[in-house]
């Protein structure tokens, strides 16, 4: 062959390959060099939502705390308090809790009111809500007859005391019942029973 003819041969022969090494670097990557990381979104990290702290309602949480009853005619004003600081109203402490009450009548008349007995029973909760055993409840009757005269300005006032509790307990409902005893007339011997009932929660300090 004339060396212009193989000259010729060997410049076409380098133009194919410059075009088949072209052909295969617009192909891209092999399917084998692909990345495999995945794409799209990314996988969700579990949350947690935090309870919410559960506020024990505490009625003595400022050392007293006053109500204002009705039993028919009778106006009562109740005074509840304690002497021992509401942090220290733990399961086992002996719980002082006192009461001092005193009576009027909403039509303003002269009979006389008395109380004849006050009754105090208790519910103990768990956190959940769950009874406990309960304190054995308290009864006091009235020393004299008819009754303790309660009506402004006479008043009553008794402290009573809470003894040790579940140490599971977070509150304690106490339950008051007032037995009250109204004159018919201001002078007559004869009397109307009322009765007042009122609840108070306290808290018990952890």
């Known amino acids: 062959m004339a060396p212009s003819k193989r000259l010729t041969a060997r410049i076409a022969g380098l133009m194919l390959a410059g075009m088949l090494a072209a052909a295969l670097t617009g192909c891209g990557a ?21 309870r919410a702290a559960t506020t024990v309602e505490n009625e003595l949480a400022n050392g007293t705390t006053q109500r204002d009853l009705k039993a028919g005619d009778i106006n009562l004003t109740v005074n509840y308090f304690s002497t021992l600081r509401m942090d220290k109203w733990t399961y086992g402490a002996n719980k002082p809790l006192s009461v001092s009450l005193v009576g009027t009548l909403g039509h303003g008349g002269k009979n006389k ?28 009757d009235a020393s004299v007859s008819p009754g303790y005269l309660v009506k402004k300005p006479y008043t009553y006032s008794n402290t009573f005391t809470l003894p040790a509790v579940d140490p599971g307990a977070q509150q304690i409902i106490f339950t008051f019942s007032y037995d009250l005893l109204l004159q018919s007339t201001p002078k007559s011997h004869t009397y109307a029973k009322q009765t007042a009932t009122d609840t108070l929660k306290v808290a018990i300090a952890n």
């Open 30 to 50: 092999a399917p084998f060099e692909k990345s495999l990381t995945p794409t799209g979104s990314a996988i969700p990290t579990p949350t947690t939502t935090p």
């Open 113 to 140: 009111i008395y109380l004849s007995q006050v009754t105090m029973a208790t519910q103990v909760l768990a956190a959940d809500g769950t009874t406990l055993p309960a304190v054995p409840t308290v009864v006091e």
